[in-house]
Structure formats: C-alpha cells, structure tokens
Nanobody
C-alpha cells in the first residue's frame, strides 16, 4: 500500500507565496514521475507541473515563471513552490506519483487526498 500525504495549503492574499509538500510512503520500489494537479470548482482536474526521476520538469502555461516543482534527494517527496499567487490559482491541489511496486514492478499511479489553496484578491 502506498500513501501520499500532502501539506502546505491554506489561505493567502494575491501576490503571496505558498509551498506545497507531498510525501510518498509505503511499499515502494521506486518512483518515476511526480506531479501536481489542481481542480477548481466546476472544472476538470488539470496538470500544473511534473518532474521526472531524473529531474526533468514540465509546467503548464499558467504556472510558468511563478511555480517551481522539485523533489528531495530520496525522490519520495515533491514540492511545489508557488509565488505571485493569483485569485485564479484557487483550487484543490492534488499530488500524483507514478510508483513501481516491489511486488510486480509495474508503474501504478497514486493520488493524494488534495489540499485546498485559496487566494484572496
């Protein structure tokens, strides 16, 4: 069993910063890519940023220049540093990890429970 525990969400004024964290634990052989998604009310879940095991990053246009995704040295924790926050960044943010299990070595996608980010204008 694999768990993703997110933290760092909250209420922030526009222009401020927040840092989200997501720690993966459990029966893990290795983790490939990790990513942050967000879902605003009435919208579909959208990819915000991702990072591979080798450190290659991808950002949605809405995140470029303001958000930074990173991983710790062990590779099991992913961070999202969000600067210059805007009201339209308000959403529930979800962490995703593509995990290889010790049992079958296939890649399985796991999701965190989500953390609310609210930006007041």
């Amino acid at each position: 069993q694999v768990q993703l525990l997110e933290s760092g969400g909250g209420l922030m004024q526009a222009g401020g910063s927040l840092r989200l964290s997501c720690a993966a634990s459990g029966s893990i052989f290795s983790i490939n890519a990790m990513a942050w998604y967000r879902q605003a009310p009435g919208d579909q879940r959208q990819l915000v940023a991702s990072i591979t095991g080798s450190g290659t990053t991808y950002y949605a246009d809405s995140a470029k220049g303001r958000f930074t995704i990173s991983r710790d040295n062990a590779g099991n924790t992913v961070y999202l540093q969000m600067n210059s926050l805007k009201a339209e960044d308000t959403a529930v943010y979800y962490c995703r990890a593509d995990v290889r299990l010790p049992t079958d070595r296939f890649v399985h996608a796991y999701w965190g429970q989500g953390t609310q980010v609210t930006v007041s204008s």
